[in-house]
């Protein structure tokens, strides 16, 4: 079984910033590819920030500048450090992740959400 876990959503003021982190566990012994998703209320799902394992990061161009992923593979976690945020910048975030169990299973794993609300 695995597992991921978003956390540090919350309420902002326009301009401010938040950070954002994904935790997996489980039985795993290898995570690949780690990405920040987030769908907005009556909008479709998108891509908002993804890494390789190797650290190489990319951005939706309405995020980049503002926003930075990175991952601590020790920890097995992802984070999103989001700067300068809009109001239109509120949605559900959630990360996904590519991971390979001990058992030799590859599979794409989701976590929960984490609501994310730029209001004054």
């Known amino acids: 079984q695995v597992h991921l876990v978003e956390s540090g959503g919350g309420l902002v003021q326009p301009g401010g910033s938040l950070r954002l982190s994904c935790a997996a566990s489980g039985s795993i012994r290898q995570i690949y590819a780690m990405n920040w998703y987030r769908q907005a209320p009556g909008k479709q799902r998108e891509l908002v920030a993804a890494?390789?394992?190797?650290?190489?990061?990319n951005y939706a161009d309405s995020v980049k500048g503002r926003f930075t992923i990175s991952r601590d593979n020790a920890k097995h976690t992802v984070y999103l450090q989001m700067n300068s945020l809009k109001p239109e910048d509120t949605a559900v975030y959630s990360c996904n992740a590519d991971i390979t169990t001990t058992a030799w299973s590859t599979n794409t794993y989701w976590g929960q959400g984490t609501q994310v609300t730029v209001s004054s």
């Open positions: 890494i390789t394992i190797g650290g190489s990061a």
